[in-house]
């Protein structure tokens, strides 16, 4: 049973030209950049949303041989599906639950965000009726306003957790509104509101479970919030946050995304190309189609402003982005049928980054990584080539 979200690594042959390639050895690199940066801390590589478009199994796995000391998941069904997939290691699901679904946590052993006492007491409940211990790290709201207990009634999660006798509490954490920002100070006061919350388990003399807060922002402007573990998401995959955020770390891109030339043909002024007509030349021109669309994840609103790289060359998509090809400007240039058309990664000495179609786009690089669908085969190679 392949779940939709599993990588296509498979046979040659039918895959289609349009490919995704992630290179094992970046995500390597990154992963160690990372690790020496945070020097004590651990790294838990967060792996939701396939990976951010990489392939959840693949990069799980791949991250458990680097001796990761547990993985980060959005969603239950994601921690589910690394279990089927022979992940054994610790996972924490850091997303909000819902009382129904805490007997899979359970039964998968997959760790849950604590945001609430009433979930709280409902997992140890839960967990005592099973027989199993439960694994919980409290989720703590230092600003950002999604899930978790607020800082200023934080003491009254903590005070349920050690009421807990069927639960193993493994962590306490927050999360970032503004880690990647250029100003830091809302971030700052949020490092304080989570250690001002903490303060209550030198008060009672207790020890302060594993504290977790830094996404890939903190990792890389926010040493103080460090803590025993951070949880890189976009960084390990060799994209930066933000444009503003302090590259204090080097990462290269993992992933490229190539296609390849179907379909060649000269057209000539007055002849508009694509559905709404927008586009059209004053001179002959050459031009190729590729097999690729917004039904793959490249974004409609990137058409007339995308650029491809073919031939070592850079040339622009002409015309709206269809749902599965799109047309390309190619002036007088030649190009053939299967000639490799790179839509984000490198050729030569040019390369198309994340954050290219990002901005064509109007959108951050996250989006443009996690809507690559599953359409897209990926397949996964140990170096750059
Ligand atoms: C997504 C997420 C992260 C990782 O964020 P990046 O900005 O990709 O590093 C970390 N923690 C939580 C709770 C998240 O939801």
């Known amino acids: ?47 939701k949303a396939n990976a951010y478009g990489h392939g959840l199994v693949e990069v799980a796995r ?72 439960a694994r919980v790290h409290l989720k703590i709201d230092t600003g950002m306003e999604r899930i978790g207990v607020h800082y200023y009634s934080a003491e009254a999660l ?37 250690e001002e919350a903490l303060r209550f388990y030198e008060r009672r003399s207790l020890p302060t479970p594993m504290r977790h807060m830094a996404n890939s922002g903190a990792v890389l402007q926010l040493p103080e919030s460090h803590y025993e573990l951070v949880r890189p998401g976009i960084l390990l995959y060799g994209v930066y946050p933000s444009n503003e955020v302090k590259r204090t770390i080097e990462v290269k891109p993992a992933l490229r995304w190539t296609s390849r030339v179907v379909y060649f043909k000269v057209v000539k002024p007055g002849h508009p190309v694509s559905y709404g007509s927008t586009w059209e030349s004053d001179h002959l021109v050459r ?41 390309v400007n ?8 299967g000639d490799e ?4 990664g490198e050729s030569g000495d040019m390369r198309i980054t994340v954050e290219d179609l990002a901005n064509w786009a109007d959108t951050i690089p996250y989006e443009i990584l996690t809507n690559i669908n599953t359409r897209v085969p990926r397949v996964y190679v140990r170096s750059g080539e």
């Open 62 to 133: 791949h991250m458990a041989g680097l001796g990761a000391p547990m993985l980060g998941v959005a969603f239950l069904e994601e921690g589910i599906l690394l279990r089927e997939h022979g992940i054994q290691m610790p996972i924490l699901v850091m997303g909000g639950i819902l009382g129904d679904q805490i007997p899979l946590f359970l039964e998968h052993d997959l760790g849950l965000a604590a945001s609430s006492v009433e979930k709280l007491a409902q997992v140890d409940q839960a967990a005592e009726a099973r027989g199993v211990r």
């Open 330 to 337: 190619i002036e007088w240039d030649s190009a053939y049928n």
């Open 341 to 344: 058309v790179v839509l984000v």
């Open 158 to 194: 903590f005070e349920a957790s050690l009421a807990c006798k069927h639960t193993d509490i493994e962590g306490v954490f927050s999360h970032f509104a503004n880690a990647d920002a250029a100003d830091l100070s809302s971030a700052r006061l949020q490092i304080e509101r989570f």
């Open 287 to 327: 031009m190729v189609t590729i097999p690729v669309g917004y039904g793959d994840g490249y974004f409609r609103a990137m058409s007339n402003r995308a650029e491809v790289l073919l031939g070592g060359k850079r040339y622009p998509v002409v015309g709206r982005i269809c749902m599965d090809q799109f047309m």
């Open 1 to 47: 049973m392949d779940a939709p979200n599993h990588p296509t690594i498979t046979t040659k042959g039918v895959l289609r030209p349009t490919l995704v390639t992630v290179n094992l050895e970046r995500l390597t690199q990154n992963y160690r950049a990372i690790q020496q940066h945070v020097g004590n801390s651990r790294v838990m590589p967060v792996l």
